[in-house]
């Protein structure tokens, strides 16, 4: 069977107008093209659908029959339209985003929260994970788009640089370093130090032997999973720690002072991954935009 939509809009306007005169100008055609569109599906179906005389048309049987069924057809596609319209323009959909836990909870809820402003019927599930998980999440399609810092991705993913971001050091506002504005690593030497991740000195150790400063100038008292349970040690006075400055809102909250790390500069880049082999759905893509934005005017 090989209906088309233009014949069962056709037959829907002439049973609604009783007119092949009226619904042809409704539908900004022909009365003559009105009319083969009509017999063409009666001709499909095998039986007639309008009885026609001299005064106006009325549906047939089979047309009161079949009327109700074109109706849904055509109603229902235009939601289905609709519906794929307001997925275009990123008026609804469902996003699922993971990130570290440190990010999960102070960059990622602020972007989430100004892009609902913005897309208000996009609802955002936050999927906070261990930085070993965050890019399983997106290989497995649990999740669309991962937030999270640089490291080495399959090739099955593509990575988007999001910010690079460098880190400060964290101690007590009673240490004795939190009178200076900012901290060079060499006076770091001695001190109990929290390595904030358990790759965290991997990353550094490259970072000071570049800058001329011998190894191992710091020798962590503790190497945690969680910047907040470095962030708990340095509170509870075991220790100090280092971290980027997007951490900025859970070292004001556990009191601590934070300074700019210097000589060397320690960067961490932040990116933004996704599965290579799918395209990002409008929702995805209107929110790797705003971030981007974000991100740009918060620095």
Request: include cysteine; glycine fraction near 4%.
């Amino acid at each position: 069977m090989n209906l088309t939509l233009r014949q069962l809009r056709a037959f829907i306007a002439v049973a609604d107008c009783a007119s092949f005169t009226e619904a042809a100008r409704q539908l900004h055609l022909t009365q003559a093209a009105m009319s083969v569109l009509v017999r063409e599906l009666e001709a499909e179906l095998g039986v007639r659908l309008l009885d026609r005389n001299t005064r106006r048309v009325e549906l047939s049987e089979a047309g009161r029959d079949l009327y109700p069924f074109a109706q849904r057809v055509l109603r229902e596609l235009e939601d289905a339209v609709h519906s794929v319209g307001e997925l275009r323009d990123k008026k609804k959909g469902l996003l699922r985003v993971a990130a570290p836990q440190m990010m999960a909870c102070t960059l990622m809820p602020r972007v989430i929260a100004a892009y609902r402003q913005q897309f208000p019927d996009v609802e955002v599930q936050l999927w906070d994970t261990v930085p070993e998980l965050m890019l399983e999440r997106v290989l497995s399609a649990q999740v669309e788009l991962a937030v999270g810092p640089d490291g080495a991705a399959p090739s099955e993913l593509t990575r988007q640089p999001l910010l690079r971001d460098r880190h400060h050091f964290i101690c007590q506002t009673d240490h004795r370093l939190a009178r200076k504005k900012q901290v060079r690593w060499r006076e770091l030497a001695g001190l109990p130090f929290i390595a904030p991740t358990h790759d965290f000195m991997r990353r550094l150790e490259p970072e000071l032997a570049a800058a001329g400063l011998s190894a191992p100038l710091v020798l962590p008292v503790h190497q945690v999973s969680y910047m907040t349970t470095a962030l708990g040690l340095v509170a509870a006075g075991l220790g100090v720690t280092a971290c980027p400055s997007y951490a900025a809102p859970l070292v004001q909250g556990h009191g601590l002072a934070m300074r700019p790390l210097v000589d060397p500069v320690f960067y961490r880049e932040v990116c933004i991954y996704s599965a290579a082999a799918r395209s990002l759905s409008p929702a995805a893509q209107s929110f790797v935009d705003f971030i981007c934005e974000f991100v740009k005017h918060e620095r």
